[in-house]
Antibody
């Protein structure tokens, strides 16, 4: 059974870089697309960006200048780096899997999420 | 960017009752590319419906999705205890960014 697990620091200082990793267990990262989402306090879910196992990416324009997503197929992991964080980046961050075309860009598997707070 | 508006914000029902959740898009969602998810805090969100009406693998038939264009509905015919959660719709018909509704909480009355 394939599972996703987010990991990384729960507390980041303002202006620093938020780094998270998603580990795929019970299966391979190959074939699929992989995304990051977040949910800020009192807000809905926000899609941040995706990466294909071959490395091509797309990002939400609202974060494009600060966000980098990378993949390590040898470890079945993909990662998120968000720089110059502020309190507005405090959220629960989720990783998720999707098939992409032609099946569609819905998310068929998610991690439980990890809370990240931005505070000095 | 397509904005999704879910209603109601909260639905208070008893186990065994029927739940009807709405998701309205600010513009037409192409190819009925709309999904629904079930989420309980601390758990991984779970895909229920994609393609507006196609149940995901393992999802019981008390869950059904309908709609097209800008108006979509998720119906749960008989609420089970595990169904009390927050439900999100998501559109994926347009180019990114894909967007989610703000959620409907189904709570025990």
């Amino acid at each position: 059974q394939v599972q996703l697990q987010e990991s990384g620091p729960g507390l980041v200082k303002p202006s620093e870089t938020l780094s998270l990793t998603c580990t795929v267990s019970g299966g391979s990262i190959s074939t699929y697309y992989w995304s990051w989402m977040r949910q800020s306090p009192g807000k809905g879910l926000e899609w941040l960006g995706y990466i294909h196992y071959r490395g091509n990416t797309d990002y939400n324009p609202s974060l494009k200048s600060r966000l980098t997503i990378s993949v390590d197929t040898s470890r079945d992991q993909f990662s998120l780096k968000l720089n110059s964080v502020t309190a507005a980046d405090t959220a629960v961050y989720f990783c998720a899997r999707h098939y992409g075309p032609p099946r569609g860009w819905y998310f068929d598997l998610w991690g439980r999420g990890t809370q990240v707070s931005v505070s000095s | 960017e397509i904005v999704l508006t879910q209603s109601p914000g909260t639905l208070s029902l008893s186990p065994g009752e029927r739940a009807t959740l709405s998701c309205r898009a600010s513009q037409s969602v192409s190819s009925s590319s709309l999904a629904w998810y079930h989420h309980k805090p601390g758990q991984a969100p779970r895909l229920l419906i994609h393609g507006a009406s196609i149940r995901a693998t393992g999802i019981p038939d008390r869950f059904s999705g309908s709609g097209s264009g800008t108006d979509f509905t998720l119906t749960i015919t008989r609420l089970e205890p595990e169904d009390f959660a927050v439900y999100y719709c998501q559109q994926y018909g347009s180019s990114p960014p894909w967007t989610f509704g703000q959620g409907t909480k189904v709570e025990i009355k």
